[in-house]
């Protein structure tokens, strides 16, 4: 299984932007980085992913160190609605089909 | 339009009892995924269905778990002889072929196995 390590937990505030971190030092050449999350209650939705250059979408940006052993979410004016738990996933490219959630960062967002 | 829809939304079963778990996923999407989520965990890949041929189910626990996608659409998740350690949210997720790295995922059917 691929493997990351992200903090169980984080604390933002509202309009103040997020970096959440993810180490994968065991990351291969070929793995996809993705990130998901998980509203309370909810199955968890595609947020972003990226190979080896700094991705942007309309939710976050996605930046990717040199090495690739390490990833950062940024989502850039957080909101009430972006409190959840987000998964860092590695994917293998010729496993393409599974997903290794693991725990995940609980994001809590204060008002 | 229609998200992926899961039913029931919450069942609770005997242990030894069987049950199945049903997934609608969204029109057109060739690939389906189930995934278990215990309490406070992230979700573990169980199987993945291209159309209607399982393509891997190295992740289903043990043999008592089945899933089927018949025509290709609705896809059971069929646990026989439950046990306590089976109760979990169960994800169901689609995708198109091309786009496999953005599932969408219905809200899950919490299964309590008493």
Known sequence: ?111 | GAGVSQSPRYKVAKRGQDVALRCDPISGHVSLFWYQQALGQGPEFLTYFQNEAQLDKSGLPSDRFFAERPEGSVSTLKIQRTQQEDSAVYLCASSTRARTYEQYFGPGTRLTVT
């Open chain 1, 1 to 111: 299984d691929a493997k990351t390590t992200q903090p169980n937990s984080m604390e933002s505030n509202e309009e103040e932007p997020v970096h959440l971190p993810c180490n994968h030092s065991t990351i291969s050449g070929t793995d996809y980085i993705h990130w998901y999350r998980q509203l309370p209650s909810q199955g968890p939705e595609y947020v972003i992913h990226g190979l080896t250059s700094n991705v942007n979408n309309r939710m976050a940006s996605l930046a990717i160190a040199e090495d690739r052993k390490s990833s950062t979410l940024i989502l850039h004016r957080a909101t009430l609605r972006d409190a959840a738990v987000y998964y860092c996933i590695l994917r293998e490219l010729y496993n393409f089909n599974k997903f290794y959630f693991g725990s995940g960062t609980k994001l809590n967002v204060k008002p």
